[in-house]
């Protein structure tokens, strides 16, 4: 057999070809394309398969079946040898702006499912491979639909994650290809008009035909002849090889000796162990072509898997062999671990060794442990093959590197026999599997997974346990544990209430998390959970009805029939938008699709990181504190050895002469890196410098920093702790918050009063897509420009020439769009530009750094933590008549923006009317990494602080909290008392208008009857629904911009805000094409729209740009583009009106243009919108209602439903203000129910992956999401926060509801 030398794959087409000599087989796939292709649609956004953004199609051709095998991958966990023969297609590869785009990039666009863009590429290759396979196994169907459900849509992007859109318009614009779906119950898009009938929708809809979209030709002809000529890689040439047999595998690990080797499958577990991805192997075995590893096989004895069989084909294997229930769960459960893109290359024997050798907290040998498995093993000293059943194996010490676990039997189940010896015909199994995780369908691991089996038959009507089997994993312990004391006490028993109280308590014994393990409580909880659900109905032949059983507010009302199902049937995804559409200044107010969305949706749209890197290019990453307050001793490498690549370390001691160490600018600058002593965790010390991004990140992570403590202060760590030691920052007067009324009046007038009530909030990190980034290239004459990834380019701008110590006109910092900020890019995009700058300043080399998320995660900080003591006074109706706050605010080591966090927090707060109000702030200043604005700050907290003392308030009254809230809304007369100004005229306050319009549109009265009644009828589901306020107060900045008209006709626009995923850029050309539309020639502000281009911020093009944030930078932007527009149609109006009398007839827009060239006129008009008292601030108002359900025993929370009413004012774009407002409202979701961003004892952050920080992903959005736009007045764009429901829930769930519940029927019994 010829032996090659190379590898050959194709990437959209195209063939690619690499000398293995010259390859490291640690290259990943999404290093290959971003680095070395022009194929930037791949993203990097988490580096760990758990994000979904660099997922492309990965194709394979079986030349014997001549069958193309497509699934997507995770291109970051996907390693470039593994792909020798295949064919990658990536978002580009499926259509783009030369060619043409694909229907799913159009549709994308067309349900406004983008907004900063940066998750759409691998949105779009999740949607098109689900619609691929979908129509690969049925036959097209004619009608422009494909084969795929509606319940297949849903789930087809859900391992992908998007922190803007609330994923809502994403899985409608799936779901439009569904051939069950109505069309006209998919959410608000470009392509149905009001009143239209299905077939006009359908034919606006961008053309879906199965043969086109085969037509994308995942695999090219050239290679599939290529893969026919039998070639195989030389094994002992190079690192990389692919054996073709066990023995041939066994024979290269006997020569390799001494050698570190890995056996590479999926390669899928470096995402959670990253430390391998830097561990240098000497060889690598891909085990995937070895035909005993890859088998599937059923006969009588069972199922055979082998080890080496992806678990997306095991899923689809146990399916098609699932007439047995055991399998057909089995499965299930399967389907839940990770998400698609990691299944689909993840291996089953990868998992079963990553738990067997590590310790991973594994679903599949949980699973597999109740199923009774075993695992065949090939064992390095070539004593044969083993077999062992897989709970003995995982209990042996780690397997040796060169073992090979061949594969895994899932045995028959055949029925014990009975004691007396004869076989039992009437015995049943019963296989059960169980899953607590934050994300219901996956790619989450879990709290705690278990798997039951039992053998049981009906004998007298009771239900008699003959043999069972219970294994518990993933709760903190070494591997999935078997409850084998209560097993053995089942084991023949009765299955009664009492039987049951009594395995419980044995369970409580047996399965106790480690020492240390996160929310230990409440994993074990669950163990009981599972276990009576699993026992529960089988008591239920001997069970009475029951009537009055309360337990911690849980009322039974029968309890007769089947024991209700802890798993609540999934409902499909439901929606519905109003919005009015307003044409009174077309284009502006129409819903007009977002600006360069179809080019987000292909991966063409350019982001900092795409950028090619200039010749010579360096790659920066950060070097961070672990200590809270230490002095740094020294900076040095493990081992004092250079790491590969490494060309310096930056500190502050390479600030050039007369530039400052500054790495931010705001109210005060702060520190660029630490000096002689870090003050928090997280601080930057230092900026590492190598030839490639992977050497920078690799050596940072070889970076030893010494340190000591010596006559050094403890660090504060805590509130309380800044409060003795007086720490704080100090608020700048017009920032403070005021007291409202007479507050020692307003508690003499409570009649009832609450006093000294606590509430605290942790913090939220941002999770931007796209991490922090920059570029930094050296020019002439001393100058940087600077390619940044920010929300505030005029302050980097600053922070840089302060930091180099150059005039601020030798700096350009250029921003084109971002992707995704949430205030995270506003400060915290300073530093790392300016490092970058300092390096390249330094070095007079360019130098850019993209931020791994790890680093992102432990440098940034996030949302303020803060804690509240509240004392408030009420009358017996619930009318507060005084509230008297007191508040500290973590701000970390830093300013930042924190001074303007007490006044955001009061404003939001001040929706309710508080009688009086007194309210103390401080500003706490501790040694942990500086906290800063996200999404809303300050105004999340203060809604949740005001809603939390009215639902007090309530509970403490016994009333309604609807009722509660109802009477302490405002009058117009308070608004004006707490708001001032900002209230603006009476009829502007519509606040109540919205409280009873979502009354009335999400049947909120007739729904709380549903919910009372549903929760006398449910156990172990409760529900509650509530209906809260929400005012935010806008403040307005001045803005400049500029607007100049091309030669051709064609208008470019600049403007300070930058596109961050808001629409900022729609709204502004909507508003251009208004605005020189008044000119009213013979071209129309639609046909104007087309011609108008917003260009990338650029500093030294557009001074005093100030920030992007606040929800007012569109309209703000907008404004100082009207006035621009309004200068140019003056000055082309004389133009315009003499063309008129030459030609007697309307002109042309291009005509003038060309006229006005002529006549040099001048066509740039710059301008600075500058708010004045009357229009600089107003107030903004939503409600929003909630409906959730809570499983009482696992804590498990469905938002049911949410609707939405939103005053938006005239919006500028309803489409892009409901992205806004659904985005915000999922973000939000995520603060109070999901997300958890924690500290050490040495305040450093440790949720730092994706791992550990839960999102909100598909499956955790209101199942019914309805959003109303009102436009009522004044033009607004903001977000709004809102919260459903209590925080961490799981906490106050299932501890010891079950025992309880046992213990009080036990009791009935014994009284009958
Ligand atoms: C984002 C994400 C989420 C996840 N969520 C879950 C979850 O919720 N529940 C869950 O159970 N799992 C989860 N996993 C784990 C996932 O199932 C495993 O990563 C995957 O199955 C590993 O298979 P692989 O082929 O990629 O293994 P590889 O990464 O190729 O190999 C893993 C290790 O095993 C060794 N190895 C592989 N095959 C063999 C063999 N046959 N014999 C000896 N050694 C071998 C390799 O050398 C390596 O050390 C998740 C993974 C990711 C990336
Ligand atoms: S970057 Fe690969 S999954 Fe996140
Ligand atoms: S559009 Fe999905 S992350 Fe921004």
Redesign the pocket.
Known sequence: MKSKTSLVFAINGERFELELSSLDPSTTLVDFLRNKTRFKSVKLGCG???CGACVVLLSKYDPLLEKVEDFTVSSC?TLLCSIDGCSITTSEGLGNSRVGFHAVHERIAGFHATQCGFCTPGMSVSMFSALLNADKSLPPLSNGFSNLTAAEAEKAVSGNLCRCTGYRPLVDACKSFASDVDIEDLGYNSFCKKGENRDGVLARLPCYDHNISSQVSTFPEFLKKEIKIDMNLDPRKYRWSSPVSVSELQGLLEVENGVAV???????????YKE?KERRYERFFD?RKIPE?IVVRRDDKGIELG??VT?SKAIEFLREKGDVSMLAKIAAHME????RF??N???????I??AQ?KQ?????TTILVAARANVKIMSSGGSGQEQFTLEEFLQQPP?ETK????SVEIPSWRPMMKKNGSSSSDTHLLFETYRA?PRPL?????FMNAAFSAEVSLSDRNIVVHDCLLAFGAYGTKHAHRARKVEDFLAGKVISDEVLMEAIGLLKDEIVPDKGTSHAGYRSSLAVAFLFEFFGSLTQTNAKATNGWVNGGCKEIGFDQKVESLKRPEAMLSSSQQIVENQEYSPVGKGIVKSGACLQASGEAVYVDDIPSPDNCLYGAIIYSTMPLARIKSIRFKENRVPEGVLGIITYKDIPKGGRNIGTKFFNSDLLFAEEITNCAGQIIAFLVADSQKHADVAANLVVIDYDTENLEPPILTLEEAVEKSSFFTVPPPLRCKSVGDISKGMAEAEHKILGSKISFGSQYFFYMETQTALAVPDEDNCMVVYSSTQAPEYVHQTIAGCLGVPEHNVRVITRRVGGGFGGKVMKSMPVAAACALAASKMQRPVRTYVNRKTDMITTGGRHPMKITYSVGFKSNGKITALDLELLLDAGISEDISPLMPSAIQGAMMKYDWGALSFDVKVCKTNTVSRTAVRAPGDVQGSYIGEAIIEKVASYLSIDVDEIRKVNLHTYESLRLFHSAKAGESPEYTLPLLWDKLAEFSRFNERRKVVEEFNATNMWRKRGISRVPAIYGVAMRSTPGRVSILSDGSVVVEVPGIEIGQGLWTKVKQMAAFSLGLIQCGTTSDELLKKIRVIQSDTLSLVQGSVTGGSTSSEASSEAVRACCDGLVKRLLPVNNSLVEKTGGPVTWDNIISQAYQQSVNLSVSSLYSPDVSTGGYLNYGVAASEVEVNVLTGETTVLRTDIIYDCGKSLNPAVDLGQIEGAFVQGLGFFMLEEYLMNSDGLIVTDS??TYKIPTVDTIPRQFNVEILNSGHHKNRVLSSKATMPVVKEFCGLDVVEKYLEWKVQQRKNF
């Open positions: 760990e398969g758990g966990l890995k056996l590479v499958a999926g390669n899928t577990s470096t995402g959670y391998e085990i590893l080890a080496a678990i839940k671990i990770a998400s990691v299944r290359t993840g291996t089953i024997g990868g998992n060794m990553m050798r991973f907290p594994s679903d599949l397997l073992s090979l676990l061949l995780a996956g790619n989450a691991l879990a994706t791992w």
